[in-house]
């Protein structure tokens, strides 16, 4: 069933995206695990993957990837897996344009100026499967990390909107909803933080403190994480079945606050969400 099925994965290098190249690489699929850097693509190969050089932040990288993945597959693709992002940490008020603006080129207009590449190719077909790496940031907003927030909430809007308009197409838009999975996400994370948010002429120098501590640890940082493989059995899921869901959650703080938004006021809510992120606060 998955003999000879192309799928195209953003952000290889590490955590989730790796873990999914190999295990659909293991199953049989014809996996094209990307990155944005040349070295990690040279890794990547030297791992028995196909790779390719794909950097969401810069629209001619996306072209050149789509043009090299269909010249290999004789221009078709089954699958497209929207995996790369990154957390820019910081309090909203301490964000600049410019950071916000990164923020979104990565994780938001990259993944979606790809996915519409991938669409035409598709509809084409008159099959395919779209499934994208949201968070249960997009669905629950916590303090600090407010870009990243905005950025998972915008996939969440893109990918609804288009599941109404493929719907009949054959092509399946899914998006998972992960929340702790062990990745190298904290410490791309930190590198963010140190880049873009100027701590000393910040309000909230002390809450930062406690946010680097987190950022900082090594292994497990919070209770309910759980190994990427948490991820890839959806996304598995979403490639295969004939019913692909149209949301998947993945891990037990996705599920816990997934249900209280639903049923919570909004004061609430937001109780809740200060006391689980009581050690920035
Ligand atoms: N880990 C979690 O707890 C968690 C929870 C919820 C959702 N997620 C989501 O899961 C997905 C994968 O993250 P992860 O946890 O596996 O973290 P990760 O280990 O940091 O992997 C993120 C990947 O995205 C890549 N990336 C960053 N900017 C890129 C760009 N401009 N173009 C192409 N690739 C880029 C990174 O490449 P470089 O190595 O070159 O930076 C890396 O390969 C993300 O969408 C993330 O938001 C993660």
Known sequence: MSKNKAILITGCSSGIGLCCAHELNNKGYQVFASARNKKDVIWLK???????????????????????????????????????????????????????????????????????????????????????????????????RGAYN????????????????????????????????????RKNSYKK?????????????????????????QGVAVPFTLPPEAVYKKLEHALQSKHPKAHYYVTFPTHLFGTLKRILPAKGMDWVLRKVSKEEN
């Not at 929207?82 to 410019?98: F, I, K, M, T």
């Not at 603006?101 to 994780?107: G, K, L, P, V």
């Not at 996915?115 to 779209?130: A, D, E, F, K, S």
């Not at 000393?200 to 002390?206: N, T």
Request: proline share 3%.
């Open 193 to 217: 933080y140190q880049e873009n948010i100027n701590k000393e002429a910040s309000f909230f120098k002390r809450n930062y403190e406690g946010m680097e501590n987190r950022l900082k640890k």
């Open 46 to 144: 030297s791992q028995g993957l196909n790779s390719l050089q794909l950097d969401l932040a810069s629209s001619q990288s996306i072209q050149n990837a789509v043009e090299e993945l269909l010249n290999r597959t004789e221009g078709q693709l089954y699958g497209l897996f929207n995996n790369a992002a990154y957390g820019q940490p910081g309090a909203v008020e301490d964000l600049q344009r410019s950071v916000l603006i990164e923020q979104f080129e990565t994780n938001v207009f990259g993944t979606q100026e790809l996915t519409n590449r991938i669409i035409p190719i598709m509809r084409q077909q008159g099959y395919g499967r779209i499934i994208y790496n949201g968070s249960v940031l997009g669905i629950i907003s916590l303090p600090f």
């Open 150 to 185: 905005a950025s998972k909430y915008a996939l969440e809007g893109l990918a609804d909107t288009l599941r109404l308009e493929l719907y009949g197409s054959g092509i399946g838009v899914s998006i998972i909803e992960p929340g702790p999975i062990i990745s190298a996400f």
